[in-house]
């Protein structure tokens, strides 16, 4: 009797979510194999160039680099802060025992007892808290890369351009890892009121995140023959 409550939510949930982990690891895969035909790949390489001529005219560029580093610190704070206090609701809801907890059972699909409830709420407050803990450690190498990267430049100086940029790459991928953590737990959100919603969300943000991930057909050719001629130059 309880399989047949719960058993949407056994098939429906981790469906979704496996659908979402294959995506991103096919993604992980292009990163490393063909990272122009990604914009995260595009994103790192022009980050790359960005640091080396931020250090190379440290004394006219100085205040730019601060500024545009501070302002990829206030992104990584808002989203920080937003997983933060929506992790903080999840846990009032949890422990509180007013009808607030009780799902719409006449209107939902899927299994509404305690244990499968509980479930719920803590598998989206696991998904918020790691994104909160991977923006700010986000937060934490983009910080250093501020102070990094108006280091004066002298041979003795330990502290290289390629350097700086592994640091500002590490702060970059753990932000772009937060985000993802974070839109992976929205459509958890829409578990409280059944299976079927978390399913069709999660089926949808798929060709979302790749119309956002990859670069278009038409230009995808331009772009390699861009990114072929600056790795030689370099």
């Given at each position: 009797m309880e399989w047949r409550k719960c058993y949407l939510d056994v098939l429906l949930v981790p469906l979704g979510l496996f659908f979402s982990m294959v995506y991103h690891a096919w993604l992980w895969h292009k990163v490393r194999t063909q990272p122009l035909s990604t914009i995260i790949g595009i994103n790192v390489t022009g980050?790359?160039?960005w640091v080396l001529a931020m250090m190379k005219d440290n004394d006219k560029k100085n205040i730019l680099a601060v500024q545009t580093l501070r302002n990829a610190i206030m992104g990584a704070t808002l989203m920080a802060t937003t997983s933060i206090l929506l992790c903080s609701g999840l846990a009032a809801v949890i422990s509180s025992t007013?009808?607030?907890?009780?799902?719409?059972t006449d209107t939902i699909y899927g299994a509404h007892g305690e244990f499968m409830m509980a479930l719920k709420y803590v598998t989206i407050l696991l998904f918020f808290i790691f994104s909160f803990l991977c923006h700010s450690l986000s937060i934490r190498f983009v910080n250093q890369a501020n102070f990094l990267i108006n280091t004066p430049q002298d041979p003795m100086n330990v502290v290289t351009p390629d350097y700086v940029v592994e640091v500002l790459e590490k702060g970059s991928m753990l932000n772009t890892v937060g985000n993802r953590l974070f839109y992976t737990a929205l459509p958890l959100l829409l578990w409280i009121f059944g299976p079927v919603l978390v399913f069709l969300c999660s089926i949808t943000l798929v060709p979302l995140f790749y119309n956002l991930d990859f670069v278009?057909?038409?230009?995808?050719?331009?772009v390699n023959e861009i990114g072929n001629r600056e790795f030689e130059s370099v």
């Open positions: 980050r790359r160039f007013y009808s607030i907890k009780k799902p719409l278009p057909p038409t230009r995808k050719g331009k």
